[in-house]
């Protein structure tokens, strides 16, 4: 069975940094392209960082405007994809979401090209 779990996130206070953690299964996902988006309340759900596989250990790596710099995004095995999160904001807080789809294609921000998804995990930025 293919699947992703999460695991990581909770409650932390504004300024401060938590990490996520991908870790997929059912098949080898090394040259997929594997990504996190997260969804507020009442807000649609959006692009924060994906990397895409460009050769043999090497990805390319895309983050939304929001959180570069203080995002990092990193594919830790071929089957583990982490985030880590610095300098958090109250905007920051959400549901986090882990994706996978297949390598081709355009548009890494684009949900709807993703067919694997996480269970979701809460990440709460309190001030």
């Known amino acids: 069975q293919v699947q992703l779990v999460q695991s990581g996130g909770g409650l932390v206070q504004a300024g401060g940094s938590l990490r996520l953690s991908c870790a997929a299964s059912?098949?080898?996902?090394?040259?997929?392209?594997m990504g996190w988006f997260r969804q507020a309340p009442g807000k649609e759900r959006e692009f924060v960082a994906a990397?895409?596989?460009?050769?043999?250990?090497?990805?390319?790596a895309e983050y939304a405007d929001s959180v570069k710099v203080r995002f990092t995004i990193s594919r830790d095995t071929e089957n583990t994809l982490s985030l880590q999160m610095n300098s958090l904001k109250l905007e920051d807080t959400g549901v986090y979401y882990c994706?996978?789809?297949?390598?081709?294609?355009?548009?890494?921000?684009?949900?709807?090209?993703?067919?694997?998804w996480g269970q979701g995990t809460q990440i709460t930025v309190s001030s």
């Open positions: 994706a996978a789809r297949p390598a081709s294609g355009l548009g890494l921000g684009r949900a709807g090209s993703y067919n694997i």
């Open positions: 990397t895409k596989w460009i050769g043999i250990n090497r990805y390319y």
């Open positions: 059912g098949r080898s996902f090394s040259n997929s392209t």
